[in-house]
Structure formats: structure tokens, C-alpha cells
């Protein structure tokens, strides 16, 4: 009879994120949410207020005879290294010293017994500068000589000058795409608890707890074995809680443990926006090659980033931009570099997509360049460019598409939107002239999946069945509203067939698992699921042999059902079966443990196979825009997304619309904006526009290719879904060049920057209009 039931909450079905109704109740327990002990201190940032200096003197006595002030920390008071650097270039010190490098760099922190007074206090800092010449644009940098944060990356293949001369057109161009802020409902937050001897708690938001450790330990001096770092969840991260975080968490636990007592971090949204690392901004430089047909012979460009003034990851980020400056589409030749810039801004960062999106919008941008020359419609131009199955499928970094679903995703959607139909009646409207002008666009997503950094891609977890057959689930992944921890539950509650409810999902803690990789690159549920998945089937294993033992059966009459084992003839209750294992001293907890197989990489010559598999995808959007204004909206959008089999559908959709919509903001109404100063400007809400529900296609729909499978032995032959979607409403940004385009009877491309504001679509359709 058992084999008609099913359990509650296996995978490949829709489930509700396990925290759903607590976020929507307000019962989801955030770091600020743990109650603080007596004698909790706080501790506020004290920075600076000018973009490149030295410093010629520092008085903090006003701050330290303020009211409630316990203390202050500077670099002085640092008893192991004064730095945070995420990669070991030991080119972010905690508290700057002699030079200052970007307007909000932190220089001091202060202590008191509340946060009012330590913000009050942080204010009252007298500090002197001899100020130096300033840079904030990447294309500045370069012109003025400023060095990388990194060493630069080339990828090329074939023959540049051959395919040049080859080609019948070559466009050269130049593309701005903007940054963007994390705007994360919970900004970031520390709460360091001192323990004996060398040891200490930190509670923090963070998507890589082991780093924030071994951050810790670096600046107090100690081995990471002394510092334990807890994440039960995250309001959001989207990247900038991967890095970033490495500075709250280790001057609370500095001061935690200089005055051994609790000591909380948590700046105003003003300082977190001003002081943590955003999106990069790119310039690119492009030069094309093509056929009459559309078809690319060559490209030849150069990707310069905003990197601000250290190396973070923008490495890595200005790596995976070039990555992915192919898209979906195959060219014979072509060489793309990297230019990590310096520049005197804060230190940019991970964001959802890390570099990749701007490489997408690139590739798009040649695209729409050729289209335009041609007279064609871009969609043409794109299919007649994407990788093939058995030729022209080899990438810039000579990695083979073995898995190429591109072209039966756009057919399909194509067909589904009626997007011909609609590209006419756009057509038949615009020519009739008029204020209101339409634009309609259909773009691809081929998004790599693999930390670029070979190592990263591993994964530990955590298993424990009680003996009254609950079971106790810990990995290495952080949860920061994304659904991971439901993911890997569903996972565990299939192996052992049991009701998802019987699993509790405990937080994150470097206690538990060691050594874990960033809940990062589209990774989180590929790592921590197979990682779970193997510490299932090492109890399982256990419980088999030994019940096939006891009861005399060979092991294949040993089954787990719903919510019971069979032995043989004989079926108990999950429950039962585990307490006679318990009594039978049958072990019944297990470390998982995951690597990524295939993957490899090397740098130098740019070539290997960073990427596992890749996730596709394909959007259509229809844009209406007032020529008077340059205002405009999103009529209608129509996506298509390839998640392999999904665990979950709906926690699935949910990731690619919240994912548009985001990618949306990016590409429309997130501006980035310094002063002739070096101050960004655009630090609140009140300053940055991040999507609203107005901003929301009026008709959204969206859709899983519930017909995909994952070729690689993924987990369960899901795929990736955080990261490829973002890249989704590149669509919406092409619609718009259409509708701008049409004022002068589509004669040239457009070259909107990144973000199309409406004073940037005023400004090309005014431009265009002369």
C-alpha cells in the first residue's frame, strides 16, 4: 500500500519556502532580531570625506570624551593584520592609515554603549588631508595612467586579422553600461560575542561565513579554529554580502574582544551604500566584423571596469564578463581583454550575474549594430549567429557547447509570444508617426555555471537522523531568501522518502561544516544538494546492511517508502525502523561532501573548461515610449527559462521574475552617480530608483522548459536558476533602442547606454531626430 503514497515535499514539485510565512509575518529572526545581552555595545563607522588624500592628522578626542563612548579602534589597535582583502592581496586594510583611497572609506570605529551615541559620536572626528588628484571612470583611469587592481585576462581564438579582413562590414563602437546597488532590504550587520581564551561568536548576514571567519581570525591574530561565524538567514545579498561583510564582522569582533563584551555593527543605509562595493560599471570598446547574411567573422573588444580602489573580486568579475561576452553566439575569430581599472571609488564587488551581464549586454550590442547596418531584425541576425550543436560551438575560451538548447528555446518562444505578429503591428504603429513610439525585442541567456575559481567548487554537509527518526540537516549554503535551505530539505526528504516536516533546517555555522564556498555563482543548491544527497546515502548505506543483516535479506529487499521501510516482507513506520537501528548501535550521522567533476582552467593561455554545463534562456518584450519625454513602459513580457528538471517549480519561477525584474532596474532606473568630488550622490532610496510595482511588465509571463533535463549529473538534473535569468530584460533594453531607433526610420543603431533612463532616451531620440 505504501507505494501509492507519496511523501510530503520530495522533489521535482512545488513547495513553499520553508520561512515564507515568517517573512511575510515578520517572524523570520534576522541578525538584528538576536536579543542582546547586558552590556551589548555598538559600534559605528568613522569615515572619510574625500576621495583620494593623505592623512595629515587625526584627533579623536571629541570622540572619545562624547557621551557613552567606551572606546575607539584604529589601525593601531589591530593585533593581527590590518586587512580584509577576500583574496589575499592584502590591498584592503581595515582601517585606512596613511592614504585615503575613496570618499566613505573607513579610518576609525566607535565603541559606546549605544548605537545613537556611537553614530553621534563617529561625527565629531577631526581629521586633516593633503588632498590628491582624484578618478572615478574606468576610461578615465586608463587615460590617465592608473594601474589594474588585477592582472588583466585575454581570450582569444582563430585569427583576428584574418577574420577582419574577411569580413564584407566592421562597426567599431563604444558602450557605457552602468553599476548598480545591492539594495538589499537587510543592510549588513555584525553581533560579536566574546568567548574564553582566544574564542569568539560572530552573527552576521553573510554569503560566505568561512571567509568572514578567516577574516576574523587574520585581524585578531588568531586561528580560525577560535572564530565561529552563524548565518540563519539573509534579508538579500545578491553578491554584497560575499565580500563586503569581511569589514563589519571584524571590528565587531575586534572590539568584542578588546572590551569583552558583545559589541553589535549595523550602519545607517547612507554609510552602507557609501562604504560597500557595487556592481561594476563597464566601458567597452567594440569592433565587428560581419557578412551580408549577419553572420559575425570577427570580434575584437576590450572590457574596462570600474573597480574602485582595490582588488576585491573584480578579477574574477572582469573574467567572467569576457566569459560571457559570446552570449548564445559563436565567433570564428575574436579576442576580448580585460581591463580592471583602479579607480578612487569604493571597491566594487560581486552582484547577482558577477560580470557576466555586462558581457551579455556587449554581445547584444554588436548584434543590434549588425541588425541596424542591415536592415534586419535582430532576431535574424541572432539565430543566424547562435552555437551549433556539432560545428561552430567551440567558445572564445575553448570550451566545447555540448548542451545547446538555445535554438529550440527561442523557436518555441518566438512562437508562443507571437512575436512576429506583434514585430509588424510595432512596425505598422511607428510608421504611422506620432509622440508614442513602440519597440518589440526577443533576446537569448547561455550563462556558464562553475566558480571560475576551480577550488571553490566543492560543498560539505551535515546529516543527523535522531533516533525518534528526526532528522537534522546542516550545509554550507546561506539562505538569503532564495529558497536554498527548502531545495536541499526536498532533497533529504526524497532520499530517505520521508515527509519534509520530520526535517529541520538549522543555520549556517562554520561549527558545523568547515571550509565552505560563497553562496555565490549560481551555485548554492548544484553544491550544498549533492553534498546532502551524499551524507544521506552514507546512512543509508549503514541502515541497509544492517538491516538486510538482522533480518536475514539480501540488501536489494531493504527499501525506503513513504514514510516506512520495507524488510523484505515486513514494512515499519521510518520512525520505528530508526529506533531499532539506534538500539542495534547502527551510526546514524554523516559529513557529505561534493566536488564539481569535468571542470578545469587555466588562465594564462585562457583556455579549459571553467563552466560544468550552461543554463539557457530567452525573453520578448514589447516597450511603449513617449518621444516627448523619454518616459516609457513595459507593455508586455514574455519569458522562457531552461532550469533542467526543476526541484522545485515555483521557488524556481519566483527566482526568474524577482531575477527580470532586478536585471530590469539595472538596465532602466539604477544610476550610479559620483560628484566632480568623488562623493556618490545616489546613497538612499530617496536617491536611487530601484524597480517599483509600477515598473513591472503590465503582462508577465513566464515559463519553465519543463522539457529540459540537465545532461550532467547535476542534482536531481536541475540547473542553476539564481544568476542566468538576470539577464532575462536585456529584451526590455533593445525594445527601447527599437522604439527610440524608429524616429529616424531605423537607419542607425541607437547606442543607448546602460542605464536607459528616460533623460538618456530623450536625449537618443533627440539626437537622433537631427
Known amino acids: ?340 581599472m583602479k579607480t578612487n571609488t569604493v571597491s566594487n564587488t560581486a552582484f547577482r550575474g558577477f560580470g557576466g551581464p555586462q558581457g551579455v549586454v556587449g554581445a547584444e550590442r554588436m548584434i543590434e549594430e549588425i541588425a541596424y547596418a542591415l536592415g534586419k531584425d535582430p532576431l535574424e541576425v541572432r539565430k543566424a549567429n547562435f552555437y551549433g550543436d556539432t560545428d561552430r560551438n567551440i567558445t572564445p575560451y575553448h570550451q566545447e557547447v555540448e548542451d545547446n538548447v538555445i535554438g529550440r528555446l527561442v523557436d518555441e518562444l518566438e512562437q508562443n509570444s507571437d512575436y512576429q505578429a506583434r514585430r509588424q503591428t510595432v512596425l505598422d504603429h511607428n510608421a504611422k508617426g506620432g509622440i508614442i513610439r513602440k519597440g518589440i525585442s526577443l533576446t537569448p541567456v547561455k550563462f556558464g555555471i562553475s566558480f571560475t575559481a576551480t577550488w571553490f567548487n566543492q560543498a560539505g554537509a551535515l546529516v543527523h537522523v535522531y533516533n525518534d527518526g528526526s532528522i537534522m540537516l546542516n550545509h554550507g549554503g546561506t539562505e538569503m531568501g532564495q529558497g536554498l535551505n527548502t531545495k536541499i530539505a526536498q532533497v533529504v526528504a526524497e532520499a530517505f522518502q520521508v515527509d519534509i516536516d520530520r526535517i529541520k533546517i538549522t543555520k549556517t555555522t562554520t561549527e558545523k561544516v568547515p571550509n565552505t564556498s560563497a553562496t555565490a555563482a549560481s551555485s548554492g543548491t548544484d553544491l550544498n544538494g549533492m553534498a546532502a544527497l551524499d551524507a544521506c546515502d552514507q546512512i543509508k548505506a549503514r541502515l541497509v546492511s544492517w538491516a538486510a543483516e538482522a533480518w536475514g535479506v539480501a540488501e536489494d529487499a531493504v527499501v525506503f517508502v513513504a514514510n516506512a521501510v520495507r524488510v523484505g516482507e515486513e514494512e515499519m513506520v521510518f520512525s520505528d525502523f530508526i529506533s531499532k537501528a539506534y538500539m542495534a548501535r547502527v551510526q546514524l550521522s554523516a559529513a557529505g561532501f561534493y566536488k564539481t567533476p569535468k571542470i578545469h582552467w587555466d588562465r594564462e593561455k585562457g583556455q579549459g573548461r571553467p563552466f560544468y554545463y550552461f543554463a539557457y534562456g530567452a525573453a520578448v518584450a514589447e516597450v511603449s515610449v513617449d518621444t516627448l519625454t523619454g518616459e516609457y513602459r513595459v507593455d508586455r513580457a514574455d519569458v522562457l527559462h531552461d532550469v533542467g528538471k526543476s526541484l522545485n517549480p515555483v521557488l524556481d519561477k519566483g527566482q526568474v521574475e524577482g531575477a527580470f525584474v532586478q536585471g530590469l532596474g539595472w538596465l532602466t532606473s539604477e544610476e550610479l552617480v559620483w560628484d566632480d568630488k568623488g562623493r556618490l550622490r545616489t546613497h538612499a532610496p530617496s536617491t536611487y530608483k530601484i524597480p517599483l510595482a509600477g515598473d513591472i511588465p503590465r503582462e508577465f509571463n513566464v515559463k519553465l522548459a519543463d522539457w529540459s533535463e540537465n545532461r550532467e549529473l547535476t542534482i536531481k538534473r536541475s540547473k542553476a536558476v539564481g544568476e542566468p535569468p538576470f539577464m532575462l530584460p536585456i529584451c526590455v533594453f533593445e525594445a527601447l533602442g527599437m522604439a527610440v531607433a524608429s524616429v529616424a526610420d531605423y537607419r542607425e543603431c541607437p547606442r543607448l547606454d546602460a542605464p536607459a533612463t528616460p533623460e538618456r532616451v530623450l536625449m537618443a531620440v533627440e539626437r537622433l531626430k537631427a
Not at 182 to 207: K, N, R
Request: aromatic share 6%; with cysteine.
Open 1 to 340: 500500500m505504501s507505494e501509492t503514497v507519496s511523501i510530503k515535499g520530495g522533489v521535482h514539485r512545488d513547495l513553499a519556502h520553508d520561512s515564507a510565512a515568517k517573512h511575510v509575518t515578520g517572524a523570520a529572526d534576522y541578525t538584528d532580531d538576536i536579543a542582546e545581552p547586558i552590556g551589548t555595545l555598538h559600534a559605528y563607522f568613522g569615515t572619510s570625506d574625500v576621495a583620494h588624500a593623505r592623512i595629515t592628522s587625526v584627533d579623536l578626542a571629541a570622540v572619545r570624551a562624547a557621551p557613552g563612548v567606551v572606546g575607539v579602534l584604529t589601525a593601531d589597535d589591530v593585533p593581527g593584520v590590518n586587512d580584509v582583502s577576500p583574496t589575499g592581496r592584502h590591498d584592503e586594510p581595515l582601517f585606512a592609515k596613511d592614504t585615503i583611497e575613496f570618499w566613505g572609506q573607513v579610518v576609525f570605529a566607535v565603541v559606546a554603549e549605544s548605537r545613537d551615541e556611537a553614530r553621534r559620536a563617529a561625527a565629531l572626528a577631526q581629521i586633516s588631508y593633503e588632498t590628491l588628484a582624484h578618478v572615478t571612470e574606468a576610461d578615465e583611469a586608463i587615460a590617465k595612467g592608473y594601474p589594474d587592481v588585477t592582472a588583466p585576462m585575454t581570450l582569444q581564438r582563430g585569427d583576428i586579422a584574418k577574420g577582419q579582413a574577411e569580413a564584407a562590414h566592421r562597426i567599431n563602437g563604444q558602450m557605457r553600461i552602468g553599476g548598480q546597488d545591492h539594495m538589499y532590504l537587510e543592510g549588513h550587520i555584525a553581533f560579536a560575542m566574546p568567548g574564553e581564551d582566544d574564542d569568539v561568536v560572530v552573527h552576521c548576514s553573510t554569503q560566505h561565513p568561512s571567509e568572514a571567519q578567516h577574516m576574523v581570525a587574520h585581524v585578531l591574530g588568531v586561528p580560525n579554529n577560535a572564530v565561529v561565524v552563524n548565518v540563519r538567514r539573509m534579508g538579500g545579498g545578491f553578491g554584497g554580502k560575499e565580500s563586503q561583510m569581511n569589514q563589519f564582522a571584524a571590528v565587531a569582533a575586534l572590539a568584542a574582544k578588546k572590551w569583552n563584551r558583545p559589541v553589535k555593527i549595523r550602519p545607517d543605509r547612507d554609510q552602507d551604500m557609501e562604504s560597500t562595493g557595487k556592481r561594476h560599471d563597464f566601458v567597452v570598446d567594440y569592433d565587428v566584423g560581419f557578412a551580408d547574411d549577419g553572420r559575425i567573422t570577427a570580434v575584437d573588444a576590450q572590457f574596462a571596469a570600474r573597480c574602485g580602489w582595490s582588488s576585491d573580486l573584480s578579477g574574477p568579475v572582469t573574467d567572467r564578463a569576457l566569459f560571457h561576452a559570446d552570449n548564445a553566439y559563436f565567433y570564428p575569430h575574436v579576442r576580448l581583454k580585460s581591463r580592471p
